[in-house]
């Protein structure tokens, strides 16, 4: 887990500007994207050498992968900013939190609209993946329509039960902490999301 590689950018501009090195684009040095690029394709290189080692010799001739985990802090949660567009980039997904959510009391805070993975359905079981489809899809629409409902009184029939259904979706994906679901209580909880629409 690299924590947090948009501070370790801020230092690096700072050397890099001490140094009289010529800034680039918000005055991070050119190479900053090369330097977090190395940095976490080096997490994917497991030698066969350490394999053999971790695994006391049970394991002979294979190399391994790790897993990188690099969080970004953004400023006023805007992604398209240099250091967060570069490590988007470079990962195979993001997971955005979103301090508004945490105060809300959903958690895990995760914004579905802005959450990618490129990895998708394929990390996923077979039975999450196939119940799962259109949740995310649902609780993105949601929250963009409650953040409009606000602001209107008379809603239509489809609107109200679109909002509702959403907000069905987001009271059962909340999650106490340090409580994880295995995959049955995960499908036992989606089966009991899509009875109730």
């Known amino acids: 887990m690299y924590d947090d ?3 370790q950018a801020v230092a690096y501009r700072q050397i890099s500007l001490l140094l009289r090195r010529p800034p680039g684009r918000e005055a991070f040095p050119g190479d900053v994207f090369y330097l977090h690029s190395r940095l976490l394709e080096r997490a994917a ?10 695994t006391n010799g049970e394991v ?3 190399t391994g ?3 990188a985990l690099p969080i970004i802090e953004t400023q006023a949660g805007d992604v398209s900013a240099f250091v967060p567009t570069n490590v988007i980039s470079i990962t195979d997904g993001q997971i955005f939190l979103q301090t508004e959510l945490f105060n809300a009391g959903i958690r895990p805070a995760v914004d579905p609209g802005i959450s990618v993975s490129r990895v998708g359905g394929a990390a996923q079981t077979k039975i999450i993946k196939k ?3 259109g ?4 609780l993105a629409q949601y ?5 409009f409902a606000q602001f209107s009184s008379d809603l239509d029939e489809a609107t109200k039960k679109q909002l509702n259904h959403g907000q069905k979706v987001t009271e059962l994906m909340k999650q106490k902490q340090y409580a994880p679901m295995s995959v049955f209580e995960q499908a036992v909880v989606i ?3 899509k009875k109730a629409t």
């Open 65 to 67: 992968s790790l897993t």
């Open 135 to 138: 949740i995310r899809t649902a």
């Open 45 to 54: 290189r497991v030698s066969e050498h350490y394999v053999e080692k971790f």
């Open 60 to 62: 002979k001739g294979r």
């Open 131 to 133: 119940l799962s489809g």
């Open 191 to 193: 089966l009991r999301l």
């Open 143 to 147: 929250r963009e329509l409650a953040a």
């Open 5 to 7: 590689l948009s501070k």
